[in-house]
């Protein structure tokens, strides 16, 4: 069983930076990869980035490369999302997740999930 908590989302500007964070629970964070999706009101849930349970690969959706950058400090438990540059159109609620040993970009490879954090950007 794992828990996740997000944390971090907030209201910014266009052109503002914020650094979400998620913290797991359970001794065996270091076996799960994780990701990070993101919903718009009236969207469905959509791939932002994941990550290897090793930490060694990160993929992006084509719409935050460049901007976003995704990492895990497996000593803390804890996996970070990094926005700098933020657009209006990535307004939405954030979500992890978590899958044993998986690195993959669709929702349902993910068992765990976090109750999501906020993020507006004004323009």
């Known amino acids: 069983q794992v828990q996740l908590v997000e944390s971090g989302g907030g209201l910014v500007q266009a052109g503002g930076s914020l650094r979400l964070s998620c913290a797991a629970s359970?001794?065996?964070?270091?076996?799960?990869?994780m990701g990070w999706f993101r919903q718009a009101p009236g969207k469905e849930r959509e791939f932002v980035a994941a990550?290897?349970?090793?930490?060694?690969?990160?993929v992006y959706a084509d719409s935050v490369k460049g901007r976003f950058t995704m990492s895990r400090d497996n000593a803390k438990n804890t996996v970070y999302l990094s926005m700098n540059s933020l657009k209006p159109e990535d307004t939405a609620v954030y979500y992890c997740?978590?899958?044993?040993?998986?690195?993959?970009?669709?929702?349902?490879?993910?068992?765990?999930w976090g109750q999501g954090t906020q993020v507006t950007v004004s323009s």
């Open positions: 359970g001794r065996t964070f270091s076996s799960y990869g």
């Open positions: 997740a978590a899958g044993w040993r998986v690195f993959s970009t669709t929702t349902r490879s993910y068992r765990y």
């Open positions: 990550i290897s349970w090793t930490g060694n690969t990160t």
